[in-house]
């Protein structure tokens, strides 16, 4: 595409067309798509949203005590725990921000 032997779009695709189907880039293509700890994350998602939808019909036929949401742990490193978000009172801030306005 770039320098002094450029390669045009066509013949870069014609090229990446030529390629064996069972060779290296294929097979290293097919692995990303077909990650097992990807099927399993989708897995784990799509009976989150089944319990989901659940909870949601229980909500709408007037049940008063829904049961926990469900979490399917996914495979993989444990993800980082979130900061703990900081609370300000506000009454507080606008007294104070008050005091200062008026001197």
């Known amino acids: 595409m770039w320098g002094p032997d450029a390669v045009g779009s066509r013949r870069l695709r014609s090229l990446l067309r030529g390629l ?3 060779g290296a880039l294929a097979r290293d293509l097919r ?7 990807a099927t399993d994350s989708l897995l784990a998602l799509l009976c989150e949203l089944t319990d989901h939808g ?5 909500a ?8 926990q949401p ?4 996914r495979p ?3 993800p980082e725990p979130e900061p703990e978000k900081r609370h ?3 009454g507080a801030w606008m ?9």
């Open 20 to 22: 064996p189907p069972d």
């Open 76 to 78: 993989g490193p444990e």
């Open 95 to 103: 007294a104070r921000a008050q005091e200062v306005n008026d001197g």
């Open 31 to 37: 692995d990303d798509l077909w990650d097992p700890s």
């Open 60 to 67: 709408a036929a007037g049940q008063k005590r829904l049961p």
């Open 54 to 58: 659940n909870r949601v019909a229980l």
């Open 88 to 90: 300000v009172d506000f």
């Open 70 to 73: 469900l979490h399917v742990p």
